[in-house]
């Protein structure tokens, strides 16, 4: 078990690798969490601007809007308005799974990109990208909007974006939406979720017209802020449906502009990832008045949690629903446990994630017998942190925010986990140093993570992971001569 006085002494080591103004910048990203000490509320500072020349591990404005919100809704096309690059990396590497016809009435894996050369850059893009606008919902009829996704070089010269897309709006007969999303915006991707909710909330829910025809029941939620990875919003959907809910809309992941648009007529939000979808969800309960809560559904501690705290909101149909719900599932979770966690039990990990995974997957360890002894966010708030704290009620727990590579290894190094949870820039970095390692992103591939189905898969990947014999056959530098 991390005592609280290694950790302190851990950081320090780190921290004396910079020069001193660096140094102190650094140290208020990092801390120790002790249970026993009472901490409350966020134990480090963040968001903020990373130190030049640090190896941040981060995502732009752009990946923020484009690549988490936008994105997945599926019947949209959303074009990268700028050089190729960045559309082309953007393009399904999130594993968003939608169910249609791709290039038909889907989009979600196909990169659509305004393409930039140099020309464009000297003489601007504005009517290449009207040119665009008219050829796309040309070769694509079926399509039900457009969103135009700005890129760095966009905002660097000037393009008028807004223009373009306002009288393109009016010549096509649907929403076409400027995301001013270029990469230098703020801090991380975080500015990105923010843009692109404005967006939604400025040219989809708040038009005329929106969501006309149809009418709601009581039992009318959305979910929002499940992205669908590996087809967890249909692992979530299922549970929420079962206990006698009415799924209206599920977003971004597997969504669709019908679906935004009944979304202010639900009796309540769930949001799944808080830090991308908060925004649009205050302004929802603030001018719709639709209740919003998050909620957790990876492992069955905090699905039961969950399922409950979202029953108690309804009647006693739904509460005891919620209950029958839990009642089916307990044999699955009981022979998932019962396998699984013997070979899991009092294993270490660590993780570095982005959205709400540091803090929501550490119930579905714990389930599994094992301890989480470090984590922290890419672009985490400090209400991320105060989330955090709540969860970390058990050990002592090392917290970084923006964590440096060079910080992230040195930590490994001493904390020796039996796992990482990270994204697709440590992986191989890790696994070269001979330590088990998931992708904790895009569930390396795998996946659903949600829900009772997810738990069993989630359980299965950490034993495969952890339990593989490739690892006896690679020596880790703490062990080397």
Same mark, same amino acid.
């Given at each position: 078990?991390?005592?609280?006085?290694?950790?302190?002494?851990?950081?320090?080591?780190?921290?004396?690798?910079?020069?001193?103004?660096?140094?102190?910048?650094?140290?208020?990203?990092? !801390? +120790?969490?002790?249970?026993? &000490?009472?901490?409350? %509320?966020?134990? =480090?500072?963040?968001? *903020?601007?990373?130190?030049?020349?640090?190896?941040?591990?981060?995502?732009?404005?752009?990946?923020?809007?484009?690549?988490?919100?936008?994105?997945?809704?599926?019947?949209?096309?959303?074009?990268?308005?700028?050089?190729?690059?960045?559309?082309?990396?953007?393009?399904?590497?999130?594993?968003?799974?939608?169910?249609?016809?791709?290039?038909?009435?889907?989009?979600?894996?196909?990169?659509?990109?305004?393409?930039?050369?140099?020309k464009d850059i000297v003489f601007g893009g504005d009517k290449k990208l009207a040119k665009l606008l008219d050829e796309v919902d040309t070769l694509f009829p079926l399509n039900r909007g457009i969103t135009v996704q700005s890129e760095c070089p966009v905002g660097l010269i000037?393009?008028?974006?807004? !223009? +373009?897309?306002?009288?393109? &709006?009016?010549?096509? %007969?649907?929403? =076409?939406?400027?995301? *001013?999303?270029?990469?230098?915006?703020?801090?991380?991707?975080?500015?990105?979720h923010h843009i692109a909710n404005d967006t939604i909330r400025d040219f989809i829910l708040d038009r005329p017209g929106a969501g006309e025809g149809f009418e709601s029941g009581p039992y009318d939620v959305a979910i929002i802020g499940d992205y669908n990875i590996g087809g967890d919003a249909w692992s979530s959907r299922i549970l929420l449906e079962e206990m006698g809910l009415n799924v209206v809309a599920q977003w971004s992941g597997d969504g669709t502009l019908a679906e935004l648009d009944r979304t202010p007529k639900a009796r309540m939000n769930l949001v799944h990832c808080y830090r991308s979808m908060n925004y649009i969800s205050r302004h929802m309960e603030a001018k719709y008045g639709i209740p919003w809560m998050e909620y957790n559904f990876f492992g069955p501690t905090k699905i039961a949690e969950s399922l409950r705290r979202i029953a108690a909101k309804f009647d006693e149909t739904i509460q005891a629903g919620a209950e029958a719900v839990i009642a089916k599932y307990q044999p699955?979770?009981?022979?998932?446990?019962?396998?699984?966690?013997?070979?899991?039990?009092?294993?270490?990990?660590?993780?570095?994630?982005?959205g709400l995974r540091p803090r929501h997957v550490i119930g579905a360890y714990e389930d599994l017998g094992m301890e989480v002894v470090g984590t922290g966010y890419e672009f985490g708030h400090n209400d991320d942190y105060e989330r955090t704290t709540e969860e970390l009620t058990r050990n002592t727990t090392l917290i970084y925010d923006d964590v440096s590579g060079y910080e992230l290894e040195k930590f490994v190094e001493k904390i020796r986990p039996d796992l990482i949870g990270s994204g697709i820039k440590e992986k191989y970095v890790f696994q070269k140093m001979g330590i088990p390692f998931r992708q904790m992103h895009s569930w390396d591939y795998s996946g659903p993570y949600h829900g009772y189905d997810g738990y069993a898969i989630f359980a299965r990947d950490m034993d495969m992971t952890l339990n593989n014999p490739c690892w006896k056959m690679m020596t880790p530098p703490w062990r080397q001569a």
């Open positions: 078990m991390l005592t609280t006085h290694e950790a302190e002494t851990l950081i320090k080591e780190v921290l004396a690798a910079y020069p001193v103004e660096s140094g102190t910048e650094r140290a208020q990203h990092l !801390a +120790v969490l002790d249970p026993e &000490a009472g901490q409350e %509320g966020s134990c =480090v500072t963040a968001n *903020r601007k990373s130190l030049p020349g640090v190896m941040t591990i981060r995502g732009c404005a752009y990946a923020g809007s484009k690549g988490v919100v936008w994105g997945p809704i599926k019947d949209m096309i959303h074009i990268s308005h700028g050089p190729v690059g960045c559309g082309q990396y953007s393009r399904a590497g999130r594993r968003n799974y939608y169910i249609g016809h791709t290039g038909v009435n889907t989009f979600g894996t196909m990169n659509f990109t305004s393409d930039f050369q140099e000037g393009d008028d974006i807004e !223009a +373009v897309s306002k009288k393109s &709006a009016v010549t096509l %007969g649907k929403p =076409v939406v400027p995301v *001013r999303c270029e990469g230098f915006r703020g801090v991380s991707q975080s500015l990105g699955l979770v009981d022979a998932i446990t019962a396998k699984f966690r013997p070979r899991l039990e009092g294993k270490r990990v660590m993780l570095y994630v982005g």
